[in-house]
C-alpha cells in the first residue's frame, strides 16, 4: 500500500501562486508515475499534470500549461505542483495520486486538498 498527503491548498486572489505537496509514504516505488488531479464542483475529476517518478517526463493539461509545474524530490518521496498565475476556474479539490508507469492507472489516491481562487 501506498499512503499519500497532500498539503498547501488554500484561498488565493486570482493572478496568485500556491504550490501543493504531496508526500509518499509506504510501499513507495521508484518507478510509480505521480499525477496531480482536480475536481471542481458538478465537475467529474480531471487530469492536471504527471511525472513519472525516476525520468521526468511530465504531461500537463492544456489550460494550465505555462502556468503550473510538476516537480518531484525523490528523496523525500515528494511531488509538488507550483500553480501561478491562478484563475478562479482553477478552483477544485486537487487530488495527489500514484500508479505504475505507463498503464494510465492510479490506484493510489490522496484525501485532496482545497484551492479556492477568487476573482
Known amino acids: 500500500q501506498v499512503q499519500l498527503v497532500e498539503s498547501g491548498g488554500g484561498l488565493v486572489q486570482a493572478g496568485g501562486s500556491l504550490r501543493l505537496s504531496c508526500a509518499a509514504s509506504?510501499?513507495?516505488?521508484?518507478?510509480?508515475?505521480m499525477g496531480w488531479f482536480r475536481q471542481a464542483p458538478g465537475k467529474e475529476r480531471e487530469i492536471v499534470a504527471t511525472?513519472?517518478?525516476?525520468?521526468?517526463?511530465?504531461y500537463y493539461k492544456d489550460s494550465v500549461k505555462d502556468r503550473f509545474t510538476i516537480s518531484r524530490a525523490n528523496y523525500k518521496n515528494t511531488v509538488y505542483l507550483q500553480m501561478n498565475n491562478l484563475k478562479p476556474e482553477d478552483t477544485a479539490v486537487y487530488y495527489c495520486a500514484a500508479g505504475p508507469p505507463g498503464q494510465g492507472l492510479y490506484p493510489y489516491w490522496g484525501q485532496g486538498t482545497q484551492v479556492t481562487v477568487s476573482s
Open positions: 509506504g510501499r513507495t516505488s521508484s518507478s510509480y508515475t
Open positions: 511525472i513519472t517518478w525516476s525520468g521526468g517526463t511530465t
